[in-house]
């Protein structure tokens, strides 16, 4: 396994497996709406190593290790830090745009960065199969369009914890630096790039309408 994905994963384990024990240190590193918004920025980024349990610490390391090395053998180790970083904080930021007026939201995981990893997968190999739930084999990009479509679903009725908005942000931040770092994909995969666009118009049209 590569060293900076294995850094990458002992880092969320560490830091994770602290706050599993440690409120005071989870409470002080995770994404707290007000404290971001009063100069905290730095939880943007301490929030996206702390997880709830050790299933939702599992399965985005799972995820992370497994769409990786696409990644890393396409672009390169320095243009995979970029996008897991900067797909982090694409989730931080949009989570702040949509919930900036909600003082008291809380976040915390490594999904932003972790959706950022897989669509920019997705994007260097569409012809990729996914299991769904491990076991059902469907398309990458069917995947893709699916998956922020429900995010869209679960950002507007808030009837759960799940982060979708991270996710979907990080989702965008993985799709954008792909592309910037990647141009040619614009080309070589233009069906795919138009098709996962939409979901990301569908939820910037229904936050202008007021729908989210």
Same mark, same amino acid.
């Given at each position: 396994?590569?060293?900076?994905?294995?850094?990458?994963?002992?880092?969320?384990?560490?830091?994770?497996?602290?706050?599993?024990?440690?409120?005071?240190?989870?409470?002080?590193?995770?994404?707290?709406?007000?404290?971001?918004?009063?100069?905290?920025?730095?939880?943007?980024?301490?929030?996206?190593?702390?997880?709830?349990?050790?299933?939702?610490?599992?399965?985005?390391?799972?995820?992370?290790?497994?769409?990786?090395?696409?990644?890393?053998?396409? $672009?390169?180790? @320095?243009?995979?830090?970029?996008?897991? *970083?900067?797909?982090?904080?694409?989730?931080? #930021? %949009? =989570? /702040?745009?949509?919930?900036?007026?909600?003082?008291?939201?809380?976040?915390?995981?490594?999904?932003?960065?972790?959706?950022?990893?897989?669509?920019?997968?997705?994007?260097?190999?569409?012809?990729?199969?996914?299991?769904?739930?491990?076991?059902?084999?469907?398309?990458?990009?069917?995947?893709?369009?699916?998956?922020?479509?429900?995010?869209?679903?679960?950002?507007?009725?808030?009837?759960?914890?799940?982060?979708?908005?991270?996710?979907?942000?990080?989702?965008?931040?993985?799709?954008? $630096?792909?592309? @910037?770092?990647?141009?040619?994909?614009? *080309?070589?995969?233009?069906?795919?790039?138009? #098709? %996962? =666009? /939409?979901?990301?118009?569908?939820?910037?049209?229904?936050?202008?309408?007021?729908?989210?």
């Amino acid at each position: 396994m590569n060293s900076i994905l294995i850094a990458i994963i002992l880092a969320n384990v560490l830091m994770s497996y602290k706050g599993f024990n440690d409120v005071q240190f989870f409470r002080k590193h995770e994404f707290h709406m007000g404290s971001v918004l009063s100069g905290e920025k730095i939880r943007i980024i301490s929030s996206a190593f702390l997880h709830a349990d050790i299933g939702h610490l599992v399965f985005n390391m799972l995820t992370l290790y497994f769409f990786a090395p696409v990644v890393m053998g396409y $672009l390169g180790d @320095v243009s995979f830090i970029l996008i897991y *970083f900067g797909s982090l904080i694409f989730g931080g #930021l %949009l =989570t /702040i745009y949509f919930h900036r007026k909600e003082y008291g939201y809380r976040a915390i995981g490594a999904s932003g960065a972790v959706t950022g990893i897989l669509y920019s997968a997705i994007l260097l190999r569409p012809d990729m199969m996914l299991g769904l739930f491990f076991v059902i084999p469907i398309p990458a990009y069917i995947f893709g369009i699916v998956y922020l479509l429900y995010s869209i679903y679960g950002m507007r009725a808030k009837n759960d914890n799940i982060g979708h908005t991270a996710h979907f942000g990080g989702a965008i931040g993985g799709y954008i $630096l792909t592309l @910037v770092i990647q141009p040619q994909l614009l *080309f070589d995969h233009m069906m795919m790039v138009v #098709l %996962l =666009t /939409i979901p990301i118009i569908v939820l910037f049209a229904m936050a202008k309408m007021g729908k989210l």
